[in-house]
């Protein structure tokens, strides 16, 4: 099956600078790659998503950078907020799959 | 507003006792999952479901089983608890593919 391998573990950053999570995928077959962000005791939520089509999604604060050929994906946040403080998974799946194959989480803590 | 919800937010229960965690959700949704998350381990797929009374396994179904009886209802059950699997248990539910998970709160289940 997939192997999604995710770092760093922990991040901590000043607020208004910026965070990189990374991602590696083990499958060529996976196609759709979510991130999610789960606060201090609440359940995880989609904050963004990218298909394998392109490979670069934006919203606001946040992008995914996807590159298929090296099999990686990476989460970038800018103008970070303490707010961003949180645990981000990345995910991969394969589109003629149900299950989501996810990385291990990062810590990120925004110091104000 | 999509909603998927769990029975409990903490549960106590005896090793050996049976132990049953449900969730539902309100968006007719053919997928529901149940994970399983450990610190420094991620989101660990246990079973899934993708219609009624249908199930497979994930990653890690050793020590549990599931039902699905209705379309809105996951039931996970570990058939004789043990302490190795005290751990937060998080339920999800999607529409067929790689599309958003929705997670419910979680049920934080401790194993004496």
């Known amino acids: 099956g997939e192997n999604v391998e995710q770092h760093p573990s922990t991040l901590s950053v000043q607020e208004g600078d910026s965070a990189v999570i990374k991602c590696t995928y083990s499958?060529?077959?996976?196609?759709?790659f979510p991130w999610y962000k789960q606060e201090l005791g609440k359940r995880p939520q989609l904050i963004i998503d990218i298909r394998s089509n392109v490979g670069e999604k934006k919203d606001q604060r946040i992008a995914v950078t996807l590159n298929k050929t090296a099999k990686h994906f990476s989460l970038h946040i800018t103008e970070t907020q303490p707010e961003d403080s949180a645990v981000y998974f990345c995910?991969?799946?394969?589109?003629?799959?149900?299950?989501?194959?996810f990385g291990t989480g990062t810590s990120l803590t925004v110091i104000p | 507003d999509v909603k998927v919800t769990q029975s409990s937010r903490y549960l106590v229960k005896r090793t050996g006792e049976k132990v049953f965690l449900e969730c539902v959700q309100d968006m007719d949704h053919e997928n529901m999952f149940w994970y399983r998350q450990d610190p420094g381990l991620g989101l660990r797929l246990i079973y899934f479901?993708?219609?009624?009374?249908?199930?497979e396994k994930g990653d890690i179904p050793e020590g549990y089983s599931v039902s699905r009886e209705k379309k809105e209802r996951f039931s996970l059950i570990l058939e004789s608890a043990s302490t190795n699997q005290t751990s937060m248990y998080l339920c999800a539910s999607s529409l067929p593919g790689p599309y958003e998970q929705y997670f419910g709160p979680g049920t934080r289940l401790t194993v004496t």
């Open positions: 995910a991969a799946s394969i589109n003629s799959g149900n299950q989501f194959y």
């Open positions: 479901s993708y219609d009624v009374k249908m199930k």
């Open positions: 499958d060529s077959a996976s196609n759709y």
